[in-house]
DNA sequence: ATAATAATATAAAACGTTTCAGAAAAGAGA
DNA sequence: TCTCTTTTCTGAAACGTTTTATATTATTAT
């Protein structure tokens, strides 16, 4: 049996409300019996339950985190930023991975729900967002991180992929290429469809023609981006530059590549969203899209501490984050 | 506020006895009365508080998870094992980062004792095991994981670093190297210790001598294996072949060779502890000790879940996992 | 019809805290 | 000394469940 209050209580002889007030040092205790009280606690090797705790004030410090993956880089560096600021404020993470499927993440939530975390921070799977309403509705604290849903007004912290994405192909055609493959991501996950987005603007924005062949859709997994690149290349006329849309399927294609003994970027120019620490130590070193990832992390778990500590609700803010282009080699120099 | 079980109770008519016992099915309530409860607990929109339920159960379904890092994608890889398995068996974990900093490691437990975890995975920083055993005489089911501590009997699932380690210098060795330059980590840490250790044993049952000026402490992080790798180059007679002893370090140690335009292997053979998603995709592939960083999670995880399903205290079990030689093309062919 | 048994329902205690209203004690002002 | 105020302390309720012992009702056997 652990230790309690009221075997402080009984050993010192006082009520537990004075131990109570005595170990959260609240005034009201005399300080004599405060020291005794607290060299009693000390002496037993007390340690508060913090379960009974929150069930009284309604606090549990700890925030619900559901992600599609801690495998994915992505996601750990992210993970990492939302620890950091949650630990620095005395909150815990509880860490859920859906692997994008809706039920799992439907399940999550309601068990983070039944635990009462005191907020939500949630990399959604799901395109509509019905299932977050009701969150909304029990005014449950809950910030939407890397992806927004449709028709839900509520926090966010994302990253301007359409930008990125432009940006991206923009670099690919000043750099003279007029053929570009794209492998992008499931349109029912946001940043899949920003990040095509952005390729057609760009393309748009140079009057250069939009060519389904080639763009093709992955999953977001290596698997995807490695047998999209294949089939890019074996186009009658290949594209003569490449841009993946995730961190997964560019190492995808970067296998793909590798194995075909494709030459980049003397004979396809590669570009990534995503930045990866490996990038710099590939064979040509990555060009990229650098996500601030881990600033994603800590701004979300910013907003969302914030938000959880604010008395009245505020205005829904939502936080967007530039990515930036890194250019090393993998395209090859202006031409 | 939201609903419990009082509520239901009031509208269905019945004792919050017996809604307990119809939301639970348990026997000893009728067929009809427990459909008028799930009933109205359905219109309702109950959702149960768990938090409630753990005070007086006992259980919270709740696991620690000790870790240094969550961005080292090592142990990325073995949460992931630990959380599917959790998650099969209806438990949430609370991820930890300690950045191999002792007080925050003491921290974190008190909390997660406080939190009343049903059990705890470590991945300890600590070298001596003072604050872990208050944890074994309060009888929390507790598994140790990649580093065991000293002095102190309790569940635990490591590598085998010791041969993993020889097994990698030997493959230097056979290749005919006799230079064989180390980086490895703090003596603190068990795997730091282990390495080493399987390097020079290795060394030893091939009768060469072991040189001193070969042997290079690092810090585990990537910076510490980039520099530490520069002194070696500095030598007059600079090894043939190097061992990096992790993950983080061979990414540093990869760099520094590539900066100084350095060979592999023609000038230099480089052999990683710890394989990484991306070191088939190097130039040149890197060959590396290969971990089972997954099974070690799930391993650790379904080790901790029998324990602390158990009713009475079982023997102590220390799992074991091989590591093998994964050959690519780092250290050249055999000569 | 009566006793014995089984099935169903409930009141109340418990889990370990916090918190509020009020009691007791101490101090201050006259 | 007496009243008034302040300080220190406590009893009891509350948080939302589960669980045990007991009461009530229904069912069966005789």
Redesign the pocket.
Known sequence: ??I???DIARVA?????????A??D?????????LRVLAVAEKLG????I???S????KTHTIGLIISDISNPFFTRVVRGIEDVANENGFNLILCNTDEEGQKEKAYLRILQGKQVDGLIIISTEKNSNHIKSLVENNIPLVLLDRKLEGLQVDSVVVDNVEGSRKATSHLIKLGHRKIGIIHGPETIMTGRDRLEGYKRALREHNLPLESKYIKEGNFKQEGGYSRTLELLELKNPPSALFVTNNLMTMGAFKALKEERIRVPEEIALIGFDDMEWASLASPPLTAVSQPTYRLGTSAANLLLSRIKAPAPQEVQEVVLEPKLVIRESCGEKR
Request: no cysteine; glycine share 8%; charged share 20%.
């Open positions: 049996m652990a309690t209050i009221k002889g006082v009520s537990i409300a004075t131990v109570s007030t170990l959260n609240r005034s009201g205790v005399g300080a004599d019996t405060k007390y340690e508060p339950n379960l009974a705790r069930l009284v004030t309604k």
